[in-house]
C-alpha cells in the first residue's frame, strides 16, 4: 500500500504574536513548497482556522476576516490562492545553487487547462536579504 498523508491544519501565526502578516505567510509557502514536492504522498492540506469576525476573535490569525461592512484576505490567504490555481499539477525537479540557499524554498510545476499549458516556479526568499537568481528549463 502507498502512504498517503492528508495535512489537515496548518498556519504559522505565531510567528507574528497571532495576527498574521507577510513573514508569517512566507513561511506557509516555504512549507507549501515542500508539500508540493511531495504531492505523490501529500494528497492534500487545508488552513484552518478560515474566516473569524473581526468583532469575535478567538483564534488568530485566520485567512479570511470580516464584519458587518466588510472582508479582507489576510496575506496567508492570498498566498493559498496562489498554491490552489495550479491544483492537479506536474512536479518538476528543482535545484537552487545559491550561497543562500539555506534561506530559500521552491517547486516548479505544470499544468493545462483547456486551453493553454503553463509553467510555474515558486521561490520563496525567507531570509534577510534580497537574492538574485537565475531560472534556466529543460
Known sequence: MDPRLLL???????????NGSLLASLAEAAFLTGLE?????????????????????KWNPDAIVFNTWQHYGTPSYWMQTLFCESSGA?????????????????????WQDSRNSYLRVKIVNFGPHAVRVGISTT
Open 8 to 18: 489537515v491544519s496548518m498556519q504559522f501565526g505565531k510567528v507574528t504574536h497571532g
Open 37 to 57: 514536492r511531495n504531492s505523490d504522498i501529500v494528497q492534500m492540506a487545508s488552513y484552518a482556522p478560515l474566516f473569524v469576525n473581526a468583532n469575535d476573535r
Open 90 to 110: 506536474i512536479v518538476h525537479p528543482i535545484t537552487i545553487n545559491s550561497s543562500y540557499s539555506g534561506y530559500l524554498a521552491a517547486s516548479a510545476i505544470t
